[in-house]
């Protein structure tokens, strides 16, 4: 028999411990894959690598890339760890330590290597179906299939290098004094989780103070940089795992010294998950973090699509907005509004003809009050000794302090801080009388605003008049909050696209963790099972402590994950709108009836497995 075939067979005899992995891998492996598709795909040779779309594929890749590294790094800790049993055979039987790191290097590398063909193979079955999916989202106009070379070269090349890597490093932490550990792993008992409340005081108190100064002083956070947000990061994972270990030891503690300890199976509920207590938190931990990401960045992807329209409408006040430049020929300005008129005959529509003066060197705008209320569609009476300061950027309040000798025998009536016009055109705006306004020297700017009924249904005809009628400096400014609306919806699009995609393989990931975990330790929990049957226990009472054990596994990690979610919406409910909230609530049901549906599946797979 070859050393190849014990490690071929090796895999097969435990082929339930390392499904989970070899699935896991694979599906990081597909993700990547389908997202290096789409990066050399022909249609994108013209992309701007410092595009928006550009630098989101490559982060996004690059994420996968490097997820899947630690994903892979963490299955093969886990297996040296779980796979005690085999190994010590293999020891016993006078194996070397080479001779074992070979067996373990050799099988992940036969794994990773099936793993990564049977990922790409899948891909190219599902790429034609892919590609049709990211040409409705990016709203491309030829996405068709090829024969993605460059993506299947690069991802065999990055994943194999990874699994040898990975493989490499992993197998030195096999060592002499580990053997003996090995040898002894039926007598293994996990040491128990020791109390550490001044720990998690103190990085509950780094937490909060750091979080505070994120929110007030923005001056120390920006002299900190990087260092602030590394020590930020930590303290929070520092905080979040004190937090469930030591809330599952005091919580274990307080139910065995209540009353419901002694009835029904709850005691041996409680003695399972004292005697796994330390590994059950890891894992709780882990699926937290994981669920964490997962339901922070839908909300945000998902919320990001409420606002898009609101904020369009917030930098491009109107649907079409034309200015005419004080040195621009009246013929031109004149057969440029017939143009448009003409374009938006078929559409219901109102139009507005208002004017302004400028300043040009200091680029403060000055209306007359007569057109200001047919823009508010208000009658405003303003005093011929007041005047208005309008923001002309959008976030940025008017400026109201400035050394104007038109404005200086004048009293500020009241500042508004909605820009008047198109956000940057002006810095202010100064709202005047009427008198005022025609005794000033200043260029005369022609405005022709037109405002049109359910704006964002008319993408197509938007971008047919911005390309007829483009801004000539100089002459015309013309600008739509139509095709604004329509580029930031693209933005937001591919965001979502691969933000859903990287949803997937954390939800996948904290899933399959979990079924990993169930299946390393099945063989001890069914030889403890079968002990206490004999006890006169029941398959049903059994399979009750085994259900809730799976519930708390499962459900805790996603009732802690809901919990920072909307504890963060809370804390920062002035900066974010009602739809967010509204999507963020939506989404956390949504994965609710995921979660359950998996438990379900889960549970039942894993006790017919467990108490045949």
Not at 57 to 86: E, G
Not at 222 to 234: P, W
Not at 301 to 324: G, H, K
């Amino acid at each position: 028999m070859s050393f190849n075939h014990i490690v071929l067979q090796n895999i097969l005899r435990d082929k339930w411990t390392y499904v989970s992995y070899f699935l896991s891998s694979m599906f990081s492996i597909l993700i990547f894959f389908l997202f290096t598709v789409i990066v050399f795909h022909p249609s994108l040779k013209s992309l701007d690598p410092d595009s928006t779309l550009g630098i989101t594929l490559l982060l996004a890749s690059m994420l996968v890339y490097l997820f899947s590294f630690i994903y892979i790094t963490y299955s093969i800790m886990a297996f040296l760890k779980k796979k005690t049993r085999t190994l010590g055979i293999f020891m016993i039987t006078g194996a070397s330590m080479k001779q074992i790191r070979t067996l373990v290097f050799r099988e992940n590398i036969l794994i990773g290597i099936v793993a990564i063909i049977a990922a790409i193979i899948f891909g190219l079955v599902i790429t034609p179906l892919f590609l049709m999916a990211t040409k409705v989202v990016l709203k491309a106009e030829t996405f068709g299939m090829y024969i993605p070379v460059k993506a299947i070269v690069i991802t065999v090349g990055l994943f194999l290098l990874l699994f040898i890597v990975i493989s490499k490093i992993v197998t030195r932490f096999i060592n002499k004094e580990a053997s003996i550990q090995l040898l002894k792993s039926d007598a293994v008992i996990e040491k128990p989780i020791k109390s550490h409340l001044l720990s998690l005081l103190s990085s509950v108190l780094i937490s909060i103070t750091l979080t505070y100064l994120l929110k007030t002083d923005h001056g120390i956070v920006a002299s900190l940089g990087l260092f602030y947000y590394t020590l930020f990061f930590i303290s929070i994972l520092l905080s979040m795992y004190l937090m469930i270990s030591q809330g599952m030891r005091v919580l274990l503690e307080v139910f065995e010294k209540s009353p419901t300890y002694i009835r029904k199976t709850n005691m041996l509920l409680i003695s399972n998950l004292n005697a796994k207590m330390k590994s059950h938190a890891n894992m709780l931990f882990l699926i937290t973090i994981l669920l964490s990401g997962v339901f922070l960045c839908t909300s945000i992807l998902f919320s990001s699509y409420y606002n898009v329209a609101n904020d369009s409408e917030a930098n491009y006040p109107y649907s079409f907005q034309y200015i005419a430049d004080p040195k621009a020929d009246d013929s031109m300005v004149k057969a440029d509004i017939a143009f448009l008129e003409k374009q938006l005959a078929s559409v219901d529509s109102k139009k507005y003809a208002v004017a302004f003066k400028s300043d040009k060197a200091s680029r403060i705008g000055y209306m007359s009050a007569s057109d200001y209320n047919l823009l508010q569609k208000q009658e405003i009476n303003l005093d011929k000794n007041d005047f208005i300061a309008v923001a002309g950027n959008r976030g940025i309040p008017p400026i109201t302090n400035i050394a104007d000798e038109n404005l200086n025998h004048l009293n500020l009536a009241y500042t508004n801080e909605q820009n008047l016009l198109t956000t940057g055109f002006q810095y202010t705006y100064f709202i005047v009388s009427d008198t005022i306004y025609s005794s000033m020297d200043y260029p005369v700017y022609k405005t022709y605003l037109f405002e049109l009924e359910h704006w964002t249904h008319h993408i197509d005809l938007a971008h047919k008049i911005t390309k007829s009628l483009p801004t000539i400096i100089d002459k015309r400014y013309v600008a739509s909050k139509i095709t604004l609306y329509d580029s930031e919806m693209f933005v937001k699009s591919v965001m979502f696209f691969i933000g859903f995609m990287l949803s997937l393989i954390f939800l996948s990931a904290a899933m399959s963790i979990l079924y990993y975990y169930l299946q390393t330790t099945l063989i001890q929990e069914k030889e403890k099972y079968i002990g206490i049957r004999k006890l006169g226990l029941s398959k049903k009472e059994l399979s009750t402590v085994v259900s809730k054990e799976l519930a708390i596994l499962i459900f805790v990690p996603f009732s802690i994950a809901t919990v920072m979610l909307f504890t963060t919406l809370f804390t920062m409910r002035t900066m974010l709108s009602i739809a967010f909230l509204q999507v963020s609530m939506v989404s956390s049901l949504c994965f609710f009836a995921l979660f359950l549906v998996s438990y379900l599946f889960i549970r039942n797979s894993y006790i017919k497995r467990l108490l045949v």
